[in-house]
């Protein structure tokens, strides 16, 4: 009884009675959104969280493409890192529990980090990457596989892997404990813009927008769920070993995308994509069947998170 009362209001359970009220405005652009002791934290793009602590977070695009460590409190800058990068780091993802950091770049470059603690190290001139906890962030690996930049990626905890996207129109899987490729999913037919692993059965998103002439194709009616032979913009789902399960049109660019986690077997997980149209759309995980969309934002869906009970969904735009 208790687990049927607990499903009734979650997002994946009943969809269609999701309804939208603004919860505050921010200075900057948001790039994303957590979740911390269930309060949702917003960040500028360019960042991720150094969990599981959640009070220092990694920044990029620097001018000395040095990656950064700094306070959320107070953004005063505790390290900071060489990253011997002869590219810009375009994107990066970092694991729940905090132990591996990933970055890709814009020669198509894959490093990963891992953050290893630090033994009988007490000379505090060597703290140049220490965090609070005593912890180091080491470069594990630098992993070749893409030809052009690196333009987002996804790390899975529960599953071990790596995936990335990038401009050279491939999406591509790899082993995050043996640090070696693993497989390259199927043919995408533009630059691939958004990735996303389902933290309960290791399924893949991908989205690509093939652009020959003009940077977007927008529909008329963001909720025309028609085929569109003109659209641009195609979305796909895979298995973790590379099988695709469902592929279909869009009528607009993915600028951010979540799977729920809720219990397999017990729920029907769902997809959620926020778009440049600012329409928010919610889609089978199953095999990328759409349910629902949902337009309230006026410019692109930049983040999108999920509360720990799985009952709110909070999204953020651009403007």
């Known amino acids: 009884g208790k687990l049927m009362q607990s499903l009734q209001d979650c997002v994946y359970t009943f969809p269609e009675r999701l309804s939208a ?7 900057a652009q948001v790039g994303i959104i957590a979740i911390i002791e269930d ?12 969990w599981p602590e959640a009070n220092r977070f990694i920044s990029w695009g620097h001018w000395d493409q040095n990656l950064r460590i700094c306070s959320v409190d107070t953004g005063k800058v505790l390290s900071a890192i060489e990253t011997m990068h ?5 994107c990066g993802s970092m694991t729940k529990n905090g132990k591996v950091f990933a970055t890709g770049g814009s020669s198509g470059v894959l490093k990963v980090w891992r953050r290893e603690r630090e033994r009988a190290e007490k000379n505090k001139e060597s703290e140049g990457v220490l965090s609070q906890d005593g912890s180091k962030l080491q470069l594990a690996s630098i992993l070749v596989g893409h030809h052009d930049i690196i333009t987002c990626l996804e790390v899975s905890q529960e599953f071990s892997i790596i995936v990335t996207g990038s401009a050279d129109q491939t999406a591509i899987v790899w082993d995050m404990n043996r640090l070696c490729y693993v497989r390259t999913l199927g043919r995408h037919r533009g630059t691939i813009h958004s ?6 059965r290791g399924d893949i998103f991908t989205s690509d927008q093939y652009s020959p002439t003009s940077p977007s194709i927008m529909s008329a009616n963001p909720r025309d769920y028609s085929e569109n ?3 641009n913009v195609t979305l796909y789902l895979w298995s ?9 049109p869009c009528a607009d660019k993915v600028a ?3 799977f729920t986690a809720g219990m397999e077997g017990v729920v029907k997980n769902i997809i959620i994509t926020g778009h440049e149209s600012g ?11 759409p349910i629902r969309s949902i337009q309230t934002h006026k410019s692109p869906v930049t983040a999108l998170a999920i509360n720990n009970d799985h009952t709110q969904l909070y999204s953020s735009d651009q403007k």
Request: hydrophobic share 45%; charged share 15%; glycine share 6%.
């Open 195 to 200: 990735v996303a692993i389902s933290p309960t």
């Open 279 to 289: 329409v928010i759309r919610l889609w089978s995980a199953w095999d990328l069947q």
């Open 86 to 90: 002869d590219d810009d780091i375009s």
């Open 256 to 258: 951010s995308v979540l």
């Open 229 to 231: 032979a003109g659209s």
């Open 240 to 248: 973790i070993n590379g099988d695709l399960l469902g592929q279909t």
């Open 39 to 50: 309060v949702p934290v917003v960040q500028p793009p360019k960042r991720v969280l150094v």
């Open 21 to 27: 009220y603004p919860m505050f405005l921010t200075p």
